[in-house]
């Protein structure tokens, strides 16, 4: 994960692997997103998590502590 600003300038199709996929959102969904993992991590059991979600707990916490620095890189104070 990781964030492209409208103002960047992308040089090519290089800048995207063929993996990734582009998903346009405001902080607030962001916000949403991180809440409903966090949430997630809290509601199902570690045992059960890979069968229910086909991830790990861990990829999650991986996912949530990429989620929580791009709300970082993002805060703005309001003035």
Same mark, same amino acid.
């Given at each position: 994960?990781?964030?492209?600003?409208?103002?960047?300038?992308?040089?090519?199709?290089?800048?995207?692997?063929?993996?990734?996929?582009?998903?346009?959102?405001? *902080?607030?969904? !962001?916000?949403?997103?991180?809440?409903? &993992?966090? /949430? +997630?991590?809290?509601?199902?059991?570690?045992?059960?998590?890979?069968?229910?979600?086909?991830?790990?707990?861990?990829?999650? *916490?991986?996912? !949530?502590?990429?989620?929580?620095?791009? &709300?970082? /890189? +993002?805060?703005?104070?309001?003035?």
């Amino acid at each position: 994960m990781r964030l492209l600003r409208p103002d960047s300038r992308w040089i090519g199709e290089d800048e995207i692997d063929d993996a990734e996929l582009v998903i346009g959102m405001t *902080r607030d969904d !962001l916000l949403l997103f991180g809440g409903g &993992l966090l /949430e +997630t991590l809290e509601a199902v059991e570690d045992w059960e998590f890979h069968t229910r979600l086909g991830f790990t707990p861990a990829d999650a *916490r991986a996912l !949530l502590s990429n989620v929580a620095e791009l &709300l970082r /890189e +993002t805060y703005q104070p309001e003035t």
